[in-house]
C-alpha cells in the first residue's frame, strides 16, 4: 500500500472521528461533548490543542486533529488498568523503549495518569486508522483480548496502553504524543518533553 493511499484513507477515517466521542462496550453513542472540542485558539496556532476532558466518562474514547493527526484521548476503567499489567509477555515493547518517547510513556499504563491514555491513532505498520475496540473477548479477536486497537488494514493489534502484540505487521507501539495537563482535567497535546 503506498503512501499516497495511506494518507487519504487517513483522512477520510479521520474526518469521520474527529471530535466524536466513541463510546466503551456498550453499544450507545454519548453526545458531542462540546467542552471537549479544541479551542479556535488553539486550533488557530496549528501546534498545540487544548482539551476539557472533564467530561470523559470511563471506557469512553474522544478523539481531536493535532497537527493533522488524529489523537485519542481514552478514560480506563481500573479493571483495565490492571488487565495492563498481565500483558507483558504478549507484547512487543511492554516498557515502551524505543527512544523518541516521552518519559511518561515509558511505564505499563504510557500515560501521566494512569486513568487517561493519551496517544496518535495512526498504526506503526503502514499508516491506517486502528479502531477502538475496548469490548472484552469479541469473537473476532479471541478470548484473551482485554480490550484496544484493531488495525483493519492488516490486522495489526494494540493494547489499551497502545503496545503493539507480537505476530503482526506493526513493529511498534502506538505514539504517545508530547502533552502535558494545564489543570486537573485540561489537557495541553502538543507540548511535553521527549527523551
Ligand atoms: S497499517 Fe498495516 S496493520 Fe495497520
Redesign the pocket.
Known sequence: ?SDNI?TKKRRTLLGATVAVGTVAGVGAVYPLLASMQPSARALAAGASVEIDISNLQIGQQVTVEWRGKPVWIVRRSKKSLEDLATLNDSLVDPNSDVPQQPEYAKNANRSIKDEFLVIVGI??????V?TYRPDIAPADLGADWKGGFF??????TFDLAGRVYKG???PTNLVVPPYKYLSEAKLLIGEGEIT
Open positions: 500500500m495511506d498504526c506503526t505498520h503502514l499508516g491506517c486502528p488495525c483493519p488494514c492488516h490486522g495489526s503482526v505487521p506493526a
